[in-house]
């Protein structure tokens, strides 16, 4: 009997493992800012590696703070010859609608690091874990385009629209979730708020995600874990996230 215990308690453990490796971990406390007009959670993995990449995900203000102008700064940094990427998600669960990310600028980020906007649901699998790109980044392809919309799972057919953008001047992006479609757009701004559409994409499908406990997450992190090309620290800059049901 006692043996009996012990294997399920081992089992237990090792299902709790694999959990934690598959959604990333999260330190007991981990830090909050405001804003946008919403409560986001700071990523922080306590100094061990977390999803994506793995990478150790940073609450301090070096890694994630809102400037005097309310802009949010994502910040790859280097502490002591270790990096530590920076993620937030929203404290809210959104659901169908409108969903809209105004990027101020994205530093270089060389062959290694990724920036998402993105859904993500960490209570189940169901419609791959519900989640929505837009993701910077060429994946270690320099000659790739820097940019991508994507309905996971990505490897299913026409689930993933790639372009390149400017990354030095201010973006927005668009995407509308709805019951028979998600419909990406992308718009380039100029210095008095004029839109101008740069790309727009949509996947039609009889599995689109159907509403559950996701929620908006902003990250930036390294893949693989490795360090970025250049040993270079790099940043992503967002004005404003709006979202209108």
């Known amino acids: 009997m006692m043996r009996r215990i012990a294997r399920a308690v081992l089992m237990i453990s090792v299902i709790s493992l694999g959990a934690m490796a598959a959604h990333g ?4 406390s981990s830090p909050t800012i405001r804003w946008s ?6 990523k922080d993995s306590a100094g061990g590696p977390a999803g994506p990449g793995p990478c150790v995900f940073s609450g301090g203000r070096r890694n994630v703070w809102v400037d005097q102008a309310g802009k949010l700064h994502l910040r790859i940094t280097r502490e002591g010859g270790a990096w530590r990427a920076a993620e937030v998600l929203c404290r809210d669960s959104l659901g169908y609608g409108r969903y809209e990310f105004a990027v101020d600028r994205v530093t270089p980020l060389g062959t290694n690091v990724v920036a998402g906007l993105f859904t993500w649901d960490d209570t189940e699998d169901a419609y791959a874990n519900r989640e929505l790109d837009f993701e910077y980044g060429v994946w270690g392809d320099a000659s790739a385009p820097n940019f991508q919309n994507v309905v996971q799972p990505y ?10 953008v400017p ?22 701004v100029d210095p008095k708020g004029r839109r101008a559409r740069l790309d727009a994409w949509s996947f039609v499908g009889a599995d689109i995600p159907k509403p559950g406990r996701e929620k908006v997450h902003i990250n930036l992190w390294m893949r693989r874990g490795e360090a970025p090309s250049g040993d270079r620290e790099c940043e992503i800059v967002l004005a404003g996230f709006a979202y209108r049901p």
């Not at 971990?25 to 007991?28: E, H, I, S």
């Not at 007009?37 to 700071?42: A, H, K, M, Q, T």
């Open 25 to 28: 971990r999260q330190a007991p």
């Open 37 to 42: 007009g919403r409560v986001w959670d700071v």
């Open 155 to 164: 490897t299913g057919e026409g689930r993933m629209h790639r372009f390149a």
């Open 167 to 188: 990354i030095d001047q201010p973006l927005v992006h668009t995407m509308e979730w709805r019951p028979d479609r998600v419909a990406f757009a992308t718009y380039r």
